[in-house]
């Protein structure tokens, strides 16, 4: 087996779980594997691409799902408009997340602007260092520390509102 290969097996084999768990945060568990397969096939059509450091390779691994979870969402986007202008209409749909202790706090989160929130969920959900997920989201740290220190002061007010 060429070593590109093994690589990228063992930064598979390290990282899916946590891949599949930040997937199926965002999107539920039924499409939850099924991106997980679309990133691995992208990751092993990419594994020239694959950095040499483990901890480098598991964040490349997040940027590509994260990528395929883009694509993903994008792609719903479009199947909704379709299905409007062939119902004719333009009502939203909002799916409820299932209740449980921490829905209040993922509808505040999902009330933050998008960048906020995504901040949020990965340093948070996925353990990421403020770096790290500055990293992924191809911003510079001080953006994501000042994005961060925002997100926190929304989320604090959001919930004291709902709590009071």
């Known amino acids: 087996m060429k070593r590109s290969h093994a ?3 063992a930064a598979l084999r390290e990282s899916a779980a946590d891949i599949l768990s930040y997937l199926q945060r ?5 499409e939850a594997p099924d991106l997980l397969g679309e990133t691995m096939v992208v990751a092993w059509r990419r594994v020239d691409d694959l950095p040499e450091d483990p901890e480098q390779a598991r964040m490349w691994l997040f940027g590509v799902a994260r990528t395929t ?3 993903h969402a994008r792609g719903e986007r479009r199947r909704w408009a379709l299905a409007d202008r062939i119902r004719g209409a333009s009502a939203t749909v909002v799916v409820a ?3 449980d ?3 209040e706090v993922r509808d505040a989160i999902a009330r933050l602007d998008a960048e906020l929130g995504e901040l949020v969920r990965l340093v ?6 403020i770096t790290q997920a500055a990293g992924l989201l191809g ?3 001080s953006t994501a ?3 961060y220190a925002r997100a926190k002061e929304q989320l604090r007010a959001a919930l004291r509102v709902s709590a009071g």
Request: proline share 10%; aromatic share 4%; glycine share 6%.
């Open 7 to 9: 690589r990228i097996t």
């Open 101 to 103: 202790d921490g829905a």
């Open 26 to 30: 965002r999107v539920g568990p039924d």
């Open 97 to 99: 997340p299932p209740a």
């Open 139 to 141: 911003v510079s740290d």
């Open 69 to 71: 979870l883009l694509n």
């Open 124 to 129: 948070h959900w996925e353990r990421m260092t």
């Open 145 to 147: 520390r000042t994005r």
